[in-house]
């Protein structure tokens, strides 16, 4: 019969988490939350698909308006993304307003409207007006936004597009009739 061997029993260090701001983990559940929302909304809504994302017969075509530095904004860089199925891309990138859709007032409240791009599809802006004001915008308006761009089947959603409250993203911002709105 095999000699059974004697097993050293030292007690383990406990592994202890280091301490977080608890504004930090508010921000990211926030951040987080806000995410879910967008998605969420953005993927059961109950549109078709020409009126959020899909491409339409004839592209609209609008001139483009200068941001405060006094450039040109296109729409190469969203394009992009969009075509890419890109996720968390910054964008900075002007459109018309195509569609105001109602207000999302169940949990944090988001102004959100559709922007006709140049290829003929469709983005979602969902701006977050509890940290930046609305903005006075009706259906064919053309505003500046920069925000960050997620990708979804309907031609995606640019969110964040408000100051930041975070070291850990970008803030963004609409400019509409020589206004910022961040």
Known sequence: MPKARSIDHKPRAQYKRPERSKSIRGGYVSAMLACVFVFGTACSSQKTPSEFGEPRDAPAQQS???????????????????????????????????K??????????????????SNGSTVL???????????????????????????????????????????????????FNGQRYQ
């Open 125 to 175: 802006v969902a701006h977050n007006t509890k940290m930046a004001p609305p903005v006075p915008i009706r259906a064919g308006d053309v505003v500046t936004i920069k925000g960050e761009y997620i990708w979804n089947e309907k031609g995606g959603v640019v969110h964040w597009t408000h100051h930041t409250d975070t070291p850990r993203h970008m803030g963004g911002f609409i400019d």
């Open 100 to 117: 105001l859709l109602p207000d999302d007032r169940q949990g944090i409240p988001h102004q959100r409207f559709l922007l006709q791009l």
């Open 64 to 98: 483009v308006p200068a941001v405060a530095g006094g450039e040109n904004v296109g729409q190469d860089q969203l394009l992009q993304a969009q075509a890419n199925n890109a996720n968390k891309v910054e964008v900075l990138f002007s459109a018309p307003v195509y």
